[in-house]
C-alpha cells in the first residue's frame, strides 16, 4: 500500500466558505437566470454559493460568473456524481465540488487535484467512509430526514467529524445545526423560495440578510 493510501489527503473548506458558515444552493432551469440572484446574493453578504450540474450549461459559464463574483465569493459546482464531472468542473475553475453520493473515489480525484470537496449521505458508514477518504467536510443529506440531534449522535464515534447539513434546512434550521456544531449549513430553497423563477428579489434580500446575520452570530 501506499503512503496516501494509509493519509488520505485532507483539503480545508475555503476560507470565505468555513466562515460564513453558510453555502447557498442555487438549482436554476438555466445557467441565463444566474445572474440577477447572484447579483443579490453577493450585495446581500453571501461568500459561497453552490451552482449545481443539473442546471444546463452550468460549467459552460462557469469561468465568467468566477469573473464577476470570485474575488469576493466562493463558488462550488455541485450535484457532482462521476469522475469525468469532477475533472470538468475543476478544469473551469471550481473553488470547491459538492456531491449527493459517498463515494470515495470522487473525494480521492478531486483533493488530488487540489480542489476542496463535500461528498454526501445519510448513514453513519456512507458519512464516515468519505470522511476517511479526506473529505473536508461531509454532507448529512437529506437532513430534514434526522434533524439536528443527529450530529451529536455522529459526533460521538466520530468526533472530528465536520459536517453540513443540506437539504429543508430553513432558517430556524440552520440556527439548530449551527447550534449543534454543523461546520456550515447549505440551504436552498427556504432562502431562494421564487427568484429564479422571477419572485421579487427585494425579498430575496431580506431573506438573504437574515440568514447572513444569523450565520454570522455563530463565527
Known amino acids: ?38 447579483d443579490v446574493l453577493v450585495e446581500a453578504g453571501i461568500r459561497s454559493v453552490e451552482l449545481t450540474l443539473t442546471t444546463p450549461d452550468t460549467l459552460a459559464r462557469l469561468p465568467e460568473l468566477l469573473e464577476r463574483f470570485g474575488d469576493v465569493a466562493d463558488v462550488g459546482v455541485g450535484t457532482v456524481v462521476d469522475r469525468a464531472q ?3 468542473a475543476v478544469r473551469a475553475g471550481a473553488h470547491y465540488l459538492v456531491t449527493p453520493v459517498a463515494d470515495p473515489d470522487l473525494v480521492t480525484a478531486a483533493t488530488r487535484a487540489g480542489v476542496p470537496i463535500v ?40 468526533p472530528g467529524i465536520a459536517a453540513v447539513p443540506s437539504g429543508g434546512v430553513d432558517l430556524a434550521g ?37 440568514f447572513v446575520s444569523l450565520c454570522g452570530e455563530t463565527t
Open 1 to 38: 500500500m501506499t503512503g496516501d493510501t494509509l493519509t488520505p489527503v485532507r483539503l480545508d473548506l475555503p476560507a470565505r466558505t468555513a466562515a460564513a458558515k453558510l453555502i447557498v444552493v442555487v438549482r436554476a432551469s438555466d445557467a441565463a437566470d444566474y445572474d440577477g440572484v447572484l
Open 119 to 158: 461528498p454526501g449521505g445519510l448513514t453513519p458508514t456512507e458519512l464516515f467512509g468519505a470522511w476517511r477518504a479526506g473529505a473536508a467536510a461531509v454532507k448529512i443529506f437529506p437532513a430534514n430526514v434526522v434533524g439536528p440531534g443527529y450530529l451529536k449522535d455522529l459526533r460521538g464515534p466520530f
Open 86 to 88: 469532477v475533472d470538468a
Open 174 to 210: 440552520a440556527a439548530a445545526w449551527l447550534k449543534a456544531g454543523a461546520a456550515a449549513v447549505s440551504v436552498g430553497g427556504p432562502l431562494l423560495g421564487d427568484a429564479l423563477r422571477g419572485g421579487d428579489l427585494a425579498a430575496l434580500r431580506d431573506r438573504t440578510s437574515q
